[in-house]
């Protein structure tokens, strides 16, 4: 009995269900919205704001490189507070 029910439930599997899974996911891919001519031309726009964003960072960062020399970017300007031991990091 086990003989006949082992090789049709593979066969079963492979012929139908495998199928099923694949062609479902496919109608679902593309039933899926696309990217409109809208949605691209705010991405563009976004794009170059974040690029504008990036260029006037980078002035304000060599603005203060250039008022105080010791700065790097990412460091506070700000006096170091006392309180802190760098001995006591974990």
């Known amino acids: 009995m086990e003989d006949i029910i082992v090789p049709v439930f593979v066969c079963g599997l492979l ?3 495998m199928p099923w899974v694949i062609l479902h996911y496919v109608t679902k891919w593309k ?3 696309k990217i409109t001519n809208e949605d691209e031309k705010l991405l563009d726009e976004l794009h ?6 990036e260029d006037r960072v980078a002035t304000v ?6 008022d105080h020399p010791g700065w790097r970017p990412g460091q ?3 006096e170091p ?3 802190f031991d760098p001995s006591r990091r974990n």
């Not at 170059?48 to 964003?53: D, G, K, P, T």
């Not at 960062?61 to 250039?66: D, N, P, V």
């Open 15 to 17: 012929f139908v269900g």
């Open 31 to 33: 039933q899926a919205p």
């Open 48 to 53: 170059f704001l974040a690029r504008r964003l």
């Open 61 to 66: 960062e060599r603005i203060i490189a250039a």
């Open 76 to 78: 506070s300007i700000a």
């Open 81 to 83: 507070n006392p309180e």
